[in-house]
């Protein structure tokens, strides 16, 4: 049937109706609404995914291994006890969902502490103790139930029992770290851990309150004339002319602008002209330890341990006398490309501590570049070296130390240090090369002290 004072027209998806009779006319698209309708229900879905996903790892980080075996035994053991009619399946069942649902509240109040962690010292002696101050608040408005906190302190752990706190109320615990290791630790955070005593349920809460333990190596007092045993006191001197140093260099005729403190009288009474004294410029002594850092030139930890202590003597030794001091360690490089490349990395020798700080963090490594190598690019970025230390474990031998302490001008004075607590302490000259072996860290104090005086 058709009305001819009404016409609908329908193309594609677009709807229009028109009427002769009346001037109303109305469009309905549809493909705009769909469109609408499916972005709405994507970004839903979207939402409903992230919600499902945060409350799955919530869930997850909540629920421990002994929760989830009595969830597990409350599903079943409901299902099937009302399913078959076993009464000792429902009992069992029951009894889980019970422990389960006591459990939840002992997670209550997980967030209402504020903890601070306090350091005495971010600088210790390694073997020293290391002193932490604690201290929980309860900024929640009710009653906190006991909890714990657990501290960090490397790859170790802390945990510290807090009793149960009123509204406000604090809690202070001293705590004490005995015997840490050399290294570079981070100190926390901590973390509050609500859980009920069966453990079926455990709540975190980490703050971000971080601090840096720096644990030096070990040193020993070293004389001051004894890193400079290598007849090095005062430096080398250099072939420009200045007009006072220590190095004598000669006598000239007084020029205007001379300090009248460098006029040599006796030249003078002689000559009848004012003469004055030359020197020759005297560059500070630099020294320079090479530190061995592969895993094939020690036999154990311990006589790692004993080396890098020994850097650290000599290091900071040559700091406090006012020498230029450079401690290089050895790069990794890949194992493919060790035949091709060599590395080396300077430490930081700015003052005693941040020397003590680079050798904190400084660990043995398979993929390291040899000793030599280590030695002769030292030497090339170096070239004022007038000392040189070569530090190693036991294994390596005497002709491997020889090549190294080459990789030095000749007139430099080196010495090797030998590191080895199974063997006797001694010095000796091999190939102008001294060869000093320690069996403890004492051991170096007292045989550059001797080798200084004689």
């Known amino acids: 049937m058709t009305d001819s004072s009404s016409r609908i027209t329908r193309i594609g998806s677009t709807s229009t109706s028109t009427s002769t009779a009346g001037s109303t006319r109305t469009r309905y698209d549809t493909s705009r609404s769909t469109t609408v309708i499916v972005v709405g229900g994507i970004r839903f879905w979207r939402r409903v995914r992230r919600a499902v996903a945060r409350s799955a790892r919530a869930v997850g ?23 078959f009619g076993w009464i000792e399946f429902v009992l069992a069942g029951a009894v889980a969902a019970v422990l389960v649902l006591c459990a939840a509240p002992f ?50 752990l802390v945990d510290v029992a807090i009793p149960l706190l009123r509204h406000e109320a604090a809690h202070d615990e001293d705590l004490t770290i005995p015997g840490l290791r ?19 349920l455990r709540r975190e809460v980490v703050w971000e309150d971080i601090h840096t333990l720096y644990v030096h190596p070990v040193t020993t007092a070293i004389p001051s004339t004894a890193t400079g045993f290598i007849k090095d006191l005062e430096g080398n001197p250099s072939s420009l002319v200045v007009d006072a140093d220590i190095s004598f260099h000669a006598i000239r005729e007084y020029a205007p602008g001379d300090s009248q403190r460098q006029i040599h009288w006796k030249s003078t009474a002689k000559t009848g002209t004012l003469m004055v004294r030359q020197y020759e410029e005297s560059r500070r002594s630099r020294m320079v330890i090479v530190l061995a850092t592969g895993e094939e030139d020690y036999a154990d930890d311990e006589e790692f341990e004993l080396a890098v202590s020994a850097a650290a003597s000599l290091g900071v030794r040559g700091i406090r006398d006012g020498r230029d001091v450079s401690v290089v360690v050895g790069g990794e490089v890949p194992e493919f490309a060790r035949r091709a490349v060599r590395s080396s990395r300077d430490l930081a020798t700015i003052t005693a501590r941040t020397l003590l700080d680079e050798l904190a963090g400084v660990e043995k490594a398979e993929r390291i570049t040899g000793l030599r190598d280590v030695a002769s690019l030292a030497v090339e970025a170096h070239r004022d070296v ?69």
Not at 147 to 154: K, L, N, Q, T
Not at 182 to 200: E, F
């Open 107 to 156: 997670l209550f109040g997980a967030r209402a502490y504020r903890v601070s962690l306090g350091l005495a010292h971010d600088r210790v002696v390694a073997g020293s103790e290391v002193a932490l101050s604690l201290r929980v608040v309860n900024v929640g408005k009710g009653v906190a139930l006991p909890g714990r906190v657990d501290v960090p302190v490397g790859e170790g």
């Open 386 to 454: 007038s000392i040189g230390f070569l530090i190693c474990g036991s294994t390596p031998t005497l002709r491997m130390l020889q090549h190294a302490a080459l990789a030095f001008p000749a007139d430099t004075g080196v010495a090797a240090i030998v590191c080895d607590p199974a063997a006797e302490p001694g010095f000796r000259t091999i190939g102008g090369a001294s060869i000093v072996t320690m069996g403890l860290l004492e051991d170096l104090r007292h045989i550059l002290a001797r080798s200084a005086q004689s």
């Open 182 to 200: 050399r290294g570079v630790l981070d100190i926390g955070p901590a973390r509050a851990v609500r859980g009920d005593p069966l453990g079926i």
């Open 61 to 83: 980080d909540t629920v421990t291994a002994g929760g989830w075996l009595l969830i597990g035994a409350a599903a079943i053991g409901l299902s099937l006890g009302i399913v």
